[in-house]
């Protein structure tokens, strides 16, 4: 089937109440028409994902936003007027018709116009809003591919979209616009300063972003099935030693020049965005079943890692957050 055929299907199907994955620039999303509460249920049980959980719902046009939400600010146009389409969700106050299995019961909604070609395609194609939280199964990675996908959810989905390797590879920058000052609820690919700049205002990040966070203080944490640990660039080594010695099979994610004398290490690159394209395809492939631990070298503790070290806390177990 030709590229314009599949979308052409995928629209029939998201009119028919089906369930459409397909790429973003981010990660795949698992979409279905925002307006259909049969589909959306759909999305929910495919993944295994509580149904309080809101979905961002994608658009194509950031003109759009306004039949979604209400009383949107300045600070919104701004921010949708420099990263739109891009890997930038706003939460906004919702409009009062807005299904509850979008806004998982609240006030707010999660509003997104991503980038990928076949992502913006899709939603021009459909015209409507396009509510798709990640393709993983709840609780695991977010795919970066398609074969990703099907990895995760099988036959599930009535469709998967081919859109290659996703450019970002880590998940949407996430800023409520719904109280006094803009609060980044998730770091993404957009930095806090870059936010800054757009809007000519603060953006506050919460504590848990500020502070390591105590394990265990949430129920849900993402994580691969392996262990993994974040090590200081000086510890590596005797950490990696001390794992051999006890006959462990330690997997290291190095970034500095470290090579692992006993186990497979993978160089990871040393820009933050090259960092996140090949994050969760590096975790994924390290997660196999063929290590017993993954040794990630801690990346600098900078504004331009922000969303790297959030996703490797979570991954390694520190910050146990909901997905
Ligand atoms: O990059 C992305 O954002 C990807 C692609 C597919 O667009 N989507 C994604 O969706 O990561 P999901 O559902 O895996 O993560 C969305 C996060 C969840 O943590 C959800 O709780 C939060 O966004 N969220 C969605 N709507 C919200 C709202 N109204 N208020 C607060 N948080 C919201
Ligand atoms: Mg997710």
């Not at 049980?45 to 961002?56: C, E, M």
């Not at 090579?259 to 290490?265: F, L, V, Y």
Request: glycine share 10%; proline share 7%.
């Amino acid at each position: 089937m030709s590229s314009q055929e599949q979308i052409a299907k995928a629209v029939t199907l998201l009119r028919a109440g089906g369930v459409v994955a397909f790429p973003t620039e981010t990660v795949y999303g698992l979409g279905a028409d925002a307006t259909n509460d049969e589909a959306l249920r759909r999305i929910f049980s495919i993944k295994g994902r509580p149904a309080d959980h809101p979905l961002i719902v994608h658009l194509a046009f950031p003109t759009q936003i306004q039949d979604w939400a209400r009383d949107i600010p300045a600070a919104a146009y701004a921010l949708a007027e420099r990263f739109w389409p891009g890997p930038l969700t706003l939460i906004l106050r919702r409009r009062a018709w807005v299904s509850a299995l979008v806004t998982g019961g609240q006030e707010t909604i999660g509003l997104r116009v991503p980038a990928h070609p076949v992502a913006l395609e899709l939603l021009r194609a459909f015209g409507g809003g396009v509510a798709a939280p990640s393709a993983n199964r709840f609780g695991r990675i977010s795919p970066t591919s398609a074969e990703h996908v099907r990895q995760e959810l099988g036959d599930g989905p009535d469709l998967i979209l081919e859109g290659g390797a996703c450019s970002v590879g880590i998940e949407s920058t996430i800023v409520a616009l719904t109280d006094s000052s803009p609060l980044i609820l998730r770091p993404g690919g957009i930095s806090p300063a870059a936010l800054e700049e757009a809007m000519g205002q603060k953006v506050e990040l919460p504590g848990t972003l500020q502070t390591v966070r105590a394990p265990g203080m949430l129920a849900s944490h993402y994580a691969p099935a392996t262990p993994l640990r974040l090590v200081g660039a000086q510890q590596l080594p005797a950490v990696a030693a001390s794992f051999a010695a006890e006959g462990k099979r330690a997997a290291v994610m190095a970034l500095s020049g470290y090579r692992s004398a006993t186990g497979q290490t993978v160089a990871m690159p040393s820009d933050p965005a090259a960092y996140g394209y090949d994050l969760y395809a590096v975790i994924r492939m390290l997660d196999g079943g063929q290590h017993d631990v993954i040794l990630v070298e801690r990346p600098p503790r900078t504004g331009a890692w922000l969303a790297i070290n959030d996703r490797l806390q979570r991954a390694s177990g520190v910050i146990h957050r909901e997905r």
